[in-house]
């Protein structure tokens, strides 16, 4: 593994570090990563909340209120006047990654980031506005422990 901060860990980079090779190919090895990752991404757009091993803290989706003006410049140039965009399927909430670390172990604080996939991202978007998701998430500020 490079000592660099940099390091983005991809399924061959774990496979390499994975103590069982004999067990497991790597074409199984990456299915099994590939079927959890599609598992855990469909429970966390059902609203699940999941507490991270080791101390590492709780990961999945909150909703929270835009406090930034979402100005739509196309009608900006066409009328000269602002306005704002009107979500109206998800009544002004935006919905963000949560990772809740609460003093985490010293390797954990910097080591990990979470950001979703862009294809996993669109999907989450189609789900909000077309089904209505927004209402399954938790607010920022709830407890997540429940």
């Known amino acids: 593994m490079p000592k660099t901060t940099k390091y983005l860990a991809n399924w061959?980079?774990?496979y390499e570090n994975y103590p069982n090779k004999?067990?497991?190919?790597?074409?199984e090895f990456r299915l099994i990563l590939k079927v959890f990752h599609n598992l855990l991404c469909d429970a966390i757009f059902e609203g699940k909340v999941?507490?991270?091993?080791?101390g590492a803290g709780v990961f999945g989706i909150s909703k929270a209120?835009?406090?930034k003006?979402?100005?739509?410049?196309?009608?900006?140039?066409?009328?000269k006047s602002y306005q704002e965009?009107?979500?109206?399927?998800?009544?002004?909430?935006?919905?963000?990654?949560?990772?809740?670390?609460?003093n985490p172990p010293i390797f954990l604080k910097s080591t990990f980031k979470f950001r979703l996939q862009r294809g996993k991202a669109r999907k989450l978007a189609k789900l909000?506005?077309?089904?209505?998701?927004?209402?399954?998430?938790?607010?920022e500020n709830e407890n997540y422990f429940n």
């Open 12 to 14: 061959a980079s774990i």
């Open 22 to 27: 004999d067990l497991v190919t790597r074409s």
């Open 50 to 54: 999941f507490k991270l091993p080791f």
């Open 65 to 67: 209120i835009n406090k």
């Open 69 to 79: 003006a979402n100005i739509d410049y196309t009608k900006y140039n066409d009328t």
């Open 85 to 102: 965009y009107r979500n109206h399927h998800s009544e002004g909430y935006v919905v963000k990654s949560l990772w809740i670390r609460n």
């Open 128 to 139: 909000i506005k077309d089904e209505g998701y927004i209402y399954k998430y938790r607010e």
